[in-house]
Nanobody, 122 residues
Framework: QVQLVESGGGLVQFGGSLRLSCAAS????????MGWYRRAPGKQRELVAT???????NYADSVKGRFTISRNNAKNTVFLDMHNLNFEDTGVYYC????????????????WGQGTQVTVSS
């Protein structure tokens, strides 16, 4: 069973920075596409940043230019560097991993981490 463990969340001042990490374990054969989502208070979970099946990156408009997703394939870890944080960035951030047996077909499995809280304060 794939497990995703996030870390790096916390309380940060307006305009500050944080780095989130997500370590994946238990991965079996397949192609994994990883990314970050968040759920702000009172809102639905939304995409923040992901890698794509074409090995490019995709960002929500609200974080473009401020957030960067990166990864260390050797360590099965994905990162989210967040800069110039504002109050709208407050929420629970979830690591996501989508498994494909083949990119010709749709995803086989979807995995989620338990989430890490990010709170932006004044």
């Amino acid at each position: 069973q794939v497990q995703l463990v996030e870390s790096g969340g916390g309380l940060v001042q307006f305009g500050g920075s944080l780095r989130l990490s997500c370590a994946a374990s238990g991965m079996i054969d397949g192609i994994y596409v990883m990314g970050w989502y968040r759920r702000a208070p009172g809102k639905q979970r939304e995409l923040v940043a992901t890698f794509t099946t074409s090995d490019t990156t995709n960002y929500a408009d609200s974080v473009k230019g401020r957030f960067t997703i990166s990864r260390n394939n050797a360590k099965n870890t994905v990162f989210l560097d967040m800069h110039n944080l504002n109050f709208e960035d407050t929420g629970v951030y979830y690591c996501n991993s989508v498994r494909f047996l083949s990119l010709t077909y749709g995803p086989t499995d979807v995995y989620w981490g338990q989430g890490t809280q990010v709170t932006v304060s004044s």
